[in-house]
């Protein structure tokens, strides 16, 4: 017999808000890993420690390849408000395939332009899968800002 599960475990639309945030998450590491790994090949340090443990400090400089990797910070700017976002709307009850769509929208998208990104792709390849993926955070904010004006 299995353990009673947390409450919030019961949830199916907190569930997939789960899911696609540990995608999202593994998504941000693997892009910092692939900075990290193009930042020793091309030998572009962000710190003069890391230069001098590395070759010495004419390699504490910037690079354009070590640059477009850090997409993370893009990733920052968006993924962490979508955290936000996507807890405080999985309490409010919504319909679990509408979330679900919200969700997969906004992961889709990020995982594009992180693609995008990385691979140079054609404009505006990146841009629209900015704009698609912001549209279900908005959406996700102004239920939120709907049910919670009663309160404020």
Known sequence: ?????????????????????????????????????????????????????????????EDPDVERCRAHRNDMENIFPFLFLGAIYSLLDPSPTVARI??????VGRIIHTIAYLLRLKAPTRSVAYSVAQLPCFSMALQILLATTPYW
């Open 102 to 107: 919200h969700f997969f929208i906004f992961c």
């Open 1 to 61: 017999r299995a353990a009673p599960s947390p409450r919030m475990m019961e949830n199916a639309v907190f569930m997939s808000f789960t899911f696609y945030s540990t995608v999202l998450i593994l998504k941000m590491y693997v892009v910092a890993i692939i900075t990290g790994q193009v930042r020793l090949r091309k030998k572009a340090f962000a710190n003069p420690e890391d230069a001098l443990r590395n070759g010495g400090l004419q390699y504490y400089r």
